[in-house]
């Protein structure tokens, strides 16, 4: 199968950061609780900023890392569950923002896998010569979706936007496996609560997590997400440069190496910094590691993704 080539990769988080020490002040947690239960330190949040807003500033970006010109791009893909409005698409906010009049636009909602089922849609509009250069960004506002006063769900999620710019390069190598199943251990209620941030209560919707539930699917349907594309690609873990999890929490990854028997260092981590952004997660680990080097041309890197739907998949990718 036809790979990619990634021409640029961008990040954008919200100014504003939420420490844990912040948050203990609003529930009964502390940093030392936080940190143990999911490698968290702090998460970014908007201030303000809709979800097209930190897209538009990942498409400014990746555009001038590419050399680009906005009319270059033949279809912007936005992957998300928080997006603007029902209607228009983050992707043609962005699309008019950014002036790329060459382009058709779509939104993508797979949860915290979004970007990998964004990629794998990608690849198919690259590999069919459909389009040439396919302008790729995960972004959420998560923050705007939290109940501050459930402590087991608050800690977790962070704001945040990743995005890369793909052509096709039949010389690199691409697999994925992608899967889902209807099943609710990630749920968006509907109640009053109290909103540290603002005064006052209101109405809103929240996102609640039913977290050994999703520990057990993480930690088993990743397992065997990456099991089987090593065995249809015919390679083993030595061949890869990093796995790059989604970053939902420390503990599922730690539960992935111990299964696999993969030591943590294969593992790219940068959940410390961010939380769980759904699926700006990858994104924003691949501008990361491309920007201090730890991956280069000809490395072969595997993206793992899980989240509500139940979604789960993989893509090996050449860089």
Not at 15 to 41: C, F, H, K, M, P
Not at 134 to 145: D, N, P, Q, R, S
Not at 278 to 307: H, W
Request: charged residues 20%; glycine residues 8%.
């Amino acid at each position: 199968m036809p790979g990619v080539k990634i021409h640029a990769t961008a990040r954008y988080v919200p100014q504003r950061a939420i420490t844990n020490d912040e948050i203990s002040n609003w529930v009964d947690t502390s940093d030392e609780w936080i940190l143990q239960r999911t490698g968290i330190s702090r998460r970014h949040m908007s201030d303000g900023e809709n979800t097209s807003d930190l897209c538009i500033q990942v498409a400014n970006k990746l555009l001038a890392k590419a050399g680009l010109a906005a009319d270059d791009i033949d279809l912007i893909l936005v992957t998300t569950v928080t997006p603007d409005y029902l209607s228009p698409s983050v992707s043609c906010i962005v699309q008019s923002a950014i002036g790329a009049t060459n382009a058709f636009a779509m939104d993508l909602n797979a949860a915290c896998t979004g970007f990998v089922y964004g990629l794998s849609v990608a690849h198919k509009y690259l590999a069919s010569g459909m389009c040439r250069r396919v302008m790729l960004i995960g972004a959420e506002v998560l923050t705007k979706y939290i109940d501050w006063t459930d402590r087991n769900t608050c800690i977790l999620f962070g704001d945040g936007a990743g995005g890369v710019i793909l052509s096709a390069d039949a010389n690199r190598q691409y697999a994925e496996k992608l899967h889902s199943r209807g099943a609710m251990p990630i749920t968006v209620s509907h109640q009053q609560v109290i909103n540290p941030l603002c005064e006052g209560d209101r109405e809103m919707d929240y996102i609640k997590v039913d977290g050994r539930e999703v520990f057990e699917f993480a930690v088993k349907s990743v397992t065997e997400s990456i099991s089987e594309l090593l065995k249809t690609t015919e390679m083993c873990v030595d061949d890869l440069r990093y796995i790059v999890p989604h970053q939902a929490n420390r503990r599922i990854v730690e539960g992935i190496s111990r299964k696999m028997k993969i030591d943590m260092s294969k593992f790219f981590i940068n959940i410390q910094n961010y939380g769980n952004t759904s699926s700006a997660s990858i994104p924003i680990a691949l501008s990361e590691m491309m920007e201090n080097g730890l991956i280069n041309e000809g490395d072969r890197i595997l993206l793992a993704g899980f989240g509500g739907g139940l979604t789960w998949g993989s893509i090996l990718l050449e860089i």
